[in-house]
């Protein structure tokens, strides 16, 4: 997996970060683990972590590891740490293939970031490695970077100002397969009496509703809620670790105790 968010880091919580909006969200992850966890911890994995600030409100009420494929994103989570705006513990790792010991009694990778996956066997490597990070009765919530039956294309704006960064950005997401998204991230970036200007591009993949549930199913995962995404920010899966992962291994399918 390469995505590049290196240029994006240094300014990415002024422009991105919705603070009431990641509250909201962290209490709606900690209410889903009270009903449906089944385990006695609060160690919690934060996958794709950015630049920590879920972490800031999942801190209040879990034990929190995250990890990110960008070193730059995670030096900037570790930095207020070490500034001690809360407490928790970084890594730079990639989703499809980590090893952070554990077990964890809560996953959650959020805002769609499983869309960085390339293609459904990724996709399915990261479920699998989840699973094996979570005690049994653990809870994972996943949100998809929309699906295959629901994305639609369309052009996006802001501008605005915050901890004297002043930005305006628009973003361009067009499909151009039938499992691939492109966003052209087009930034303006003000700070310092300087004025600067990025374009970033992402390829996101797509992938159906079905391939979502038999990722999650043949990992070992009951989806115990499918939240809309009018009751969570993208939508999600709400999953509990209920039995062991399936695997193929040439003509068999064998199970792996998680």
């Not at 699906?147 to 628009?170: L, N, Y």
């Not at 052209?184 to 549930?213: A, P």
Request: glycine share 8%.
């Amino acid at each position: 997996m390469s995505v590049d968010f290196t240029e994006v880091a240094d300014y990415y919580d002024a422009m991105y970060v919705d603070q009431a909006g990641y509250e909201k969200e962290c209490k709606q992850v900690a209410e889903l683990v009270r009903q449906y966890g089944k385990t006695d911890g609060n160690a919690l994995l934060d996958i794709a972590c950015g630049t920590g600030e879920q972490a800031r409100y999942l801190s209040r009420q879990f034990q929190v590891v995250g990890f990110d494929l960008s070193r730059r994103m995670i030096e900037i989570a570790q930095k207020k740490v070490a500034d001690k705006e809360f407490q928790a513990e970084f890594h730079v790792a990639d989703m499809c293939d980590f090893e952070l010991g554990g077990p964890f009694d809560v996953a959650v990778n959020l805002y769609g970031s499983i869309g960085f996956a390339e293609n459904a066997g990724r996709m399915q490597a990261a479920v699998r490695t989840v699973h094996r990070h979570l005690k049994n009765g653990g809870v994972f919530i996943l949100t998809p970077w929309s699906t295959r039956e629901t994305f639609q294309e369309g052009i996006f704006s802001a501008a605005d100002q915050r901890d004297g960064v002043c930005f305006c950005r628009m973003e361009v997401i067009r499909r151009f397969s039938d499992d691939k998204v492109r966003v052209e991230m087009h930034h303006l970036i003000g700070k310092d009496m300087n004025v600067r200007s990025y374009k970033h591009e992402q390829t996101i993949t797509l992938f159906s509703e079905t391939e979502y549930v038999s990722a999650l199913e043949s990992a070992g995962f009951e989806i115990v809620e499918r939240l809309g995404v009018d009751q969570f920010r993208m939508g999600a899966f709400v999953c509990l670790k209920t039995e062991p992962a399936s695997v193929y291994t040439g003509n068999a399918v064998k199970s792996i105790v998680g």
